[in-house]
């Protein structure tokens, strides 16, 4: 316990106290009659700039963090966003964060959450690709493997290599509906099992068949204002996807996604209720990694992930999103999250047993509409805290 005060104590420090400072600099400059402004002034001056011409705009970052699955860990990055067509003033920006990070359990990880906006907002092509090589635990599969088996060296640790490239494409057939098409590779392997897990039959079936790549094919309703961070609007999608051999894969199986989410303005711009239901339902020799999960850094923040998996999930999330706003009126750039959640795994549609989730979070807008987030989670005898950039949802 003195352990977990000391980091949340540093990571005040690291995040919260440099902020402030920040903040008293933004607050002083506007008081300061002379001609001389800081360098940070100037900085955002020269950012503001480039956003108003639709230049790119990068924005370095570097921080400590800790979650279940990873323990303690330094992760940076950047920010990269810019306009791909820098002339036509209606279309939003678009976004590629990366993150590199190392943890002190020996893991190495790389993400990219990349969203990009085309012809005048009518064809979007994201992209998720993540990397880690990283000690793990497997629990099994089910909701009582992840209750009840102790977590321990030799009952749930293995080493896990895993990595996901998945690019979309969405086209805008008329305003706010969208129709496409993604493809899905991806690769899980363990090795240095420990014995409950080197004899779990889904390991035994699936760890020598690693690579999966399918196709899908989706649907979206997407009125929200801005994508990447959302004050108002709705977001409705439903992908079906198919793996199997045609493309290289090694395992036949299927995968439904549906996401919805509202946001609603409360009352300032900024200060927002978003509200979150989805479901991913999977069928057919679903190997041990690609089973439905909980915990992730946009869903259930504060279970380890990993530790609840089936083949169908369900989970539903209330966050309140609120920007505070300077004595002159005007928006700052700091800001403060709450959420609570609640999800569920099974084998079919019978969810029962339920995980409570619920957290609390800082966000530092870094550039227009984009922040970097901190978030602590608590859930059912877990809790973690994640670094990430933009929204969870």
Do not use: C
């Not at 943890?103 to 880690?132: E, P, Q």
């Not at 790549?213 to 009125?223: K, N, Q, V």
């Amino acid at each position: 316990m003195k352990k977990q005060m000391r980091f949340i104590i540093f990571l005040l420090l690291v995040f919260i106290f440099p902020a402030s400072i920040v903040y008293a600099q933004e607050t002083a400059s506007q008081q300061d009659t002379t001609q001389h402004l800081s360098w940070f002034k100037k900085w955002q001056q020269n950012n503001k700039k480039k956003e108003q011409e639709g230049k790119m705009l990068i924005t370095p970052v570097i921080g400590p963090g800790y979650t279940p699955e990873l323990g303690f860990s330094i992760a940076g990055g950047a920010l990269f966003s810019f306009k791909t067509k820098p002339e036509e003033q209606g279309l939003q920006r678009s976004s590629a964060p990366v993150t590199i990070g190392f943890s002190s359990s020996g893991a190495f990880f790389v993400s990219s959450k990349m969203t990009t906006y085309w012809l005048n907002n009518n064809l979007r092509v994201n992209a998720d690709i993540w990397f880690k090589n990283m000690p793990d635990n497997y629990f099994g599969i089910g909701y009582d493997a992840g209750r009840y088996v102790p977590k321990s060296d030799t009952t749930t640790a293995y080493d896990r290599m895993w990595f996901q490239v998945n690019p979309q494409v969405f086209w805008q057939f008329r305003p706010g509906f969208f129709a496409g098409g993604a493809l899905d590779l991806n690769y899980t392997h363990g090795k240095d099992p420990s014995y409950v897990v080197a004899n779990d039959p889904n390991y035994l079936m699936y760890n020598d068949r690693p690579f999966n790549a399918g196709l899908g094919i989706h649907a979206m309703i997407d009125t929200r204002d801005v994508a990447v961070n959302a004050w108002k609007g709705w977001y409705l999608l439903a992908q079906v996807m198919v793996y199997g051999h045609y493309l290289g894969g090694e395992n036949n199986y299927q995968v439904i996604n549906l996401d919805a989410r509202h946001y609603i303005q409360v009352f300032k711009p900024g200060q927002t209720l978003a509200l979150q239901v989805r479901g991913r339902f999977a069928t057919d020799q679903v190997p041990y990694g690609e089973m439905s999960q909980l915990g992730t850094p946009f869903d259930l923040r504060g279970y380890l992930w990993g530790q609840y998996r089936d083949k169908s999930m369900l989970f539903g999330i209330a966050e309140y999103r609120h920007s505070f706003y300077k004595s002159d009126g005007t928006r700052s750039r700091h800001g403060v999250i709450g959420w609570v959640a609640g999800g569920s795994i099974a084998p079919d549609l019978e969810f029962k047993d339920w995980l409570p989730n619920f957290g609390i979070g800082y966000r530092l807008e870094v550039q227009p509409r984009m922040a970097v987030r901190l978030d602590f989670g608590l859930g059912k005898d877990s809790k973690g805290f994640y670094f990430n950039f933009n929204e969870a949802f």
